[in-house]
């Protein structure tokens, strides 16, 4: 079975590499292709996975090439993990945001909003030529902001691309260790769009254990998101949020905390990163240990500003594993050999949420089998997050607007309509300040 990877050069790509290499079953990727248009950090990574293999009999056979077509062709599944702009790209995105004084996070805000805009249309022609080149193939979507690249990807694949992410999966599985239960075995009511949804009950043997954590202010505030949110508003809401509707809840500190930070996110993994590459093509030095310690290093910073915002110290060390490579392991086991699970995954509605039309795609548990991913039916949302959720979908709907038609206006409209953006003059200036600086936009007019 081929998987080939767009953004092959990627940071991330060792990790679903190495869960390849524990999966040892018939039907296995025998054939991975990396897609990138840096030939140097290809090589980079094709050295660390080069050392992943090493000691692992008939590991998956590694490519790489900079012709995307050559990538597509034949493949049975796609992960696409593009950054377009790359990490200077991301580092512009919460520069311009925060010079005005709102959120740059790259999927949250405007930060997500200047990403959605120059990565929609390479997304569209990325679907457009496996729809002609690998008609058969499942596109897994990492890129971000990843609902909307999916919603994108959708209207040229169908259901045939699904968007993953690993918030939830580690939400859930925090929730269970807490309350002492095996994540496995539980199951997570949860729903919303992706960075934008909510924990309402978790399932164990068919007892909902939430309403448990929630009446113990001990329990509640030993976990991250109790430290994030503070057991008080958890316990107002009812339910826990993903991490990072932090943003959304706290947004005057974070802003706050971007501005007050020696570096931003996006410009603290830029340099990172740029010293990761130039020391995994040195021939004197192991690409592997220079890539573990820099995803240890990555990982330890995750949202530290929100987390120093809220007092949340540092990470726990369980929460330092990662976990999308393992989604995205099982959501292809699920399809390749028909292995039915379920799995929380960013896919088309179709009337799974009453509030959103059926094409908008949410983020959901959802059935997996040999036919793709199933939304499973899901309480309504309760009136705040049915709010938050429309609201942001509509925003997203301006940026597919926006990026099909090339309106410079619509781009404005989509700024000025996020909760997170307080003033249509701000959304302008915003506007304004990302065509400067990122030529992707150069197609709004």
Same mark, same amino acid.
């Given at each position: ?104 996070? #790259?999927? @949250?805000? *405007?930060?997500?909003? !200047?990403?959605?805009? =120059? ?7 990325? $679907? &457009? ?123 005057? #500190?974070? @802003?706050? *905390?971007?501005?007050? !930070?020696?570096?931003? =996110? ?7 990163? $740029? &010293? ?34 809220a007092g949340a110290g540092e ?94 206006a619509t781009a404005v409209k ?26 992707g936009l150069a197609y709004l007019?």
């Amino acid at each position: 079975m081929k998987l080939t990877i767009l953004g092959g050069g990627g940071f991330r790509v060792p990790l679903v590499y190495g869960a390849l290499l524990t999966d040892r079953a018939e039907g296995r990727v025998t054939e991975v292709v990396l897609h990138d248009l840096d030939d140097s950090r290809l090589y980079a990574v094709t050295r660390v996975l080069e050392e992943q293999a090493s000691a692992v009999a008939d590991a998956p056979r590694v490519t790489a090439t900079t012709d995307l077509d050559e990538a597509l062709r034949g493949a049975d599944f796609v992960f696409s993990a593009i950054r377009v702009g790359g990490l200077e790209g991301r580092a512009n995105d919460e520069r311009v945001a925060l010079a005005e004084g709102v959120l740059g996070q #790259e999927t @949250v805000g *405007a930060g997500g909003i !200047a990403y959605g805009l =120059r990565t929609v249309p390479v997304a569209v022609d990325i $679907a &457009r030529r496996v729809a002609r080149l690998a008609p058969d193939a499942w596109v897994i979507n990492f890129t971000n902001p990843a609902g909307l690249v999916t919603e994108a990807m959708s209207r040229h694949l169908g259901d045939r691309v699904i968007g993953i992410c690993d918030s939830p999966v580690g939400l859930g599985r925090r929730i269970a260790r807490v309350l002492g239960a095996d994540p496995n075995e539980a199951w997570i009511d949860y729903a919303g769009l992706n960075h934008l949804g909510w924990v309402r009950g978790l399932r164990i043997a068919g007892r909902d254990e939430l309403p448990r954590l929630l009446a113990d202010p001990g329990l509640l505030g030993s976990f991250e998101e109790g430290k994030l949110f503070g057991t008080d508003w958890l316990r107002s809401l009812g339910a826990i949020p993903n991490e990072y509707l932090h943003y959304y809840y706290f947004s005057r #500190e974070a @802003v706050r *905390a971007y501005q007050q !930070a020696e570096q931003t =996110r996006g410009a603290f993994l830029r340099d990172q990163q $740029a &010293r990761f590459y130039e020391e995994a093509r040195r021939a004197d030095v192991s690409a592997l240990d220079a890539w573990d310690r820099t995803r240890a290093e990555r990982e330890a910073t995750y949202m530290a500003e929100a987390r120093e915002t809220a007092g949340a110290g540092e990470r726990d060390a369980d929460d330092l594993s990662g976990g999308y490579e393992k989604v995205a392991l099982a959501l292809m086991r699920a399809i390749a050999r028909d292995e039915r699970t379920t799995l929380i995954l960013n896919v088309r509605n179709q009337g799974t949420l009453s509030v959103l039309d059926p094409d908008a795609v949410i983020e959901v548990p959802c059935l997996v089998d040999a036919n793709g991913a199933h939304p499973v039916a899901v309480d309504p949302l309760p009136g705040h997050a049915a709010g938050l959720v429309c609201a942001v979908k509509a925003v997203e709907r301006e940026v597919l607007a926006a990026a099909e038609s090339g309106s410079r206006a619509t781009a404005v409209k989509a700024f000025a309509l996020h909760p997170l953006v307080d003033s249509v003059n701000v959304a302008r200036r915003l506007v304004e300040g990302y065509t400067q600086v990122h030529p992707g936009l150069a197609y709004l007019e």
